[in-house]
């Protein structure tokens, strides 16, 4: 089997394509079929599309992100038979689909597709409420995790001094991964705690948001930043902190969360469905929607350490169940087999 699978320009990292992508092709790989990743520019780029279907000639088309990829999709429905399948993220089902100005255009792509794939049982009820032909051709297919283990030293890489408690994020600079939010926030709380840290690392994305970020950082000595960690080095960059934390707006089933759980760590989320989908709350993270309940949660890890204790471990616990007992490429493999075989799965 010949997979494209094709990524937007987010899901790039500065020095090669995400760990989402990266994984899904050496697995597919491993299972005896050809993979080309499209990535971005040229997926933006029709006669790029073009050249990479005529030369490679897929026998389907798995998509990152339908908006994102929407230029690439529209043209491979209008030109080819190629069967699509349209990996669904935490923005196309949280936001695209209800926005005035890409509602339109999510739908026809979800129409035209042959496949669909989201993180969670609640992502298919959700397509369901909109249209039930979209759910009739969804799977359900978790992200799974590949952790390396490293032994780098980030406190000293960030200069982070061994009496600091230092919450740490992964996410790219880009408003919907909301990284200005807190930063006011844990700034007043540096007044109670003034040990209190963050290091924060993901690629430049939005200039707006990296502008301010960097201007906030520049006055603020607790603030460290890191535009790339390398995936072999993720663990580490982690272990260097004491709690996970993520303030973003809208998820699917973001990796650094999965990869802070299987590290053990103590979780504090913003609430929303896909963190909501990833761990309980008071057993697996704390989750805030505003200031004052973020104040609360924070206040809470920085004094208890076996709150932040049973926290982590039993995130470590269900992260690891979830791995074990789930297969994502093979679900790939036998979600594309059965459109394949059947043309279609209503």
């Known amino acids: 089997m010949n997979i494209l699978l094709c990524l937007p320009f987010e899901a790039v990292a500065p020095k090669g394509n995400s760990i989402a992508a990266r994984r899904l092709a050496q697995g597919f790989q491993a299972a005896g079929h050809k993979v080309f990743l499209l990535d971005w520019p040229a997926v933006d780029d029709i006669k790029r599309v073009e050249e990479v279907l005529a030369v490679f000639r897929p026998n389907l088309c798995l998509i990152m992100h339908a908006w994102r990829c929407a230029k690439a999709i529209r043209h491979i429905h209008q030109h080819s038979a190629i069967p699509t399948i349209v990996s669904l993220r935490g923005t196309d089902l949280n936001e695209m689909l209800d926005e ?65 408690f230092l919450f740490v994020t992964i996410s790219g600079l880009r408003e919907v991964k909301q990284p200005l939010l807190i930063l006011p926030w844990l700034e007043d709380l540096r007044n109670e705690f003034p040990n209190l840290g963050l290091a924060h690392a993901g690629p430049p994305l939005e200039q707006p948001i990296v502008d301010t970020f960097r201007e906030f950082q520049a006055n603020h000595s607790w603030l460290s930043h890191l535009d790339q960690v390398p995936h072999e080095e993720i663990d580490s960059f982690l272990r260097a902190g004491q709690v996970y934390v993520s303030a973003s707006r809208s998820e699917g089933m973001p990796h650094g969360v999965r990869e802070a759980m299987l590290c053990g760590m103590p979780l504090l989320l913003s609430d929303i469905p896909g963190h909501r989908n990833m761990a309980e709350a008071e057993h697996e993270a704390l989750f805030f929607g505003d200031r004052e309940s973020f104040l609360r949660q924070v206040g809470r890890l920085l004094c208890d350490p076996g709150l932040r204790q049973g926290l982590g471990s039993k995130a470590l616990t269900r992260a690891q169940g979830e791995c074990r007992n789930a297969n994502e490429i093979a679900c790939y493999i036998d979600f594309f087999q059965t459109i394949l075989s059947k043309g279609n799965l209503s």
């Not at 890409?102 to 496949?115: F, P």
Request: charged content about 20%; hydrophobic content about 40%.
């Open 100 to 164: 005035p100005a890409t509602q339109a255009q999510i739908s026809a792509i979800l129409s035209g597709c042959r496949g669909i794939v989201v993180f969670h049982g609640e992502g298919k009820k959700k397509l369901a409420s909109y249209k039930a032909e979209w759910a009739a051709k969804t799977r359900v297919i978790a992200n799974g995790a590949n952790l390396p283990t490293s032994a780098v030293d980030y406190r000293a890489r960030l200069h982070s001094a061994s009496e600091t």
